[in-house]
């Protein structure tokens, strides 16, 4: 049998007790953030050139597509849709309210 260790007295177990509760607090991390774009809210001439050169040319046109490319705000880029739309130099491929799809207009002749 193991030799007996000598017992704390109720005053040092208190003490141990009261000591062990001093640590820091715990910090809470501040979350994951996402880097924010600063899209353009509205046409300035040289991205509005750049906009009517490249948009009715290409296969697939949706307010995603047009906000990463040219790094507009999506108000803008279905606004901006309507507009060809309008001109008829785009094709609408289906609507849903989430989701505008559209394609080049083919030249008919």
Do not use: C
């Amino acid at each position: 049998m193991p030799p007996k260790v000598q017992q704390k007295s109720k005053e040092q177990k208190m003490a141990a007790a009261m000591a062990g509760g001093k640590s820091k607090k715990k910090k809470w991390s501040k979350g994951k953030s996402r880097d924010q774009n600063a899209n353009k809210v509205q046409f300035e001439e040289e991205l509005y050139t750049r906009f009517m050169a490249e948009v009715p040319k290409m296969k697939l046109i949706t307010p995603s597509a047009l906000v990463e490319r040219l790094k507009i705000n999506a108000s803008l880029a279905r606004a901006a849709i309507k507009e060809l739309e309008a001109a008829d130099q785009v094709k609408r491929v289906s609507y849903h309210h989430s989701q505008w799809i559209y394609t080049r207009a083919s030249k008919e002749e």
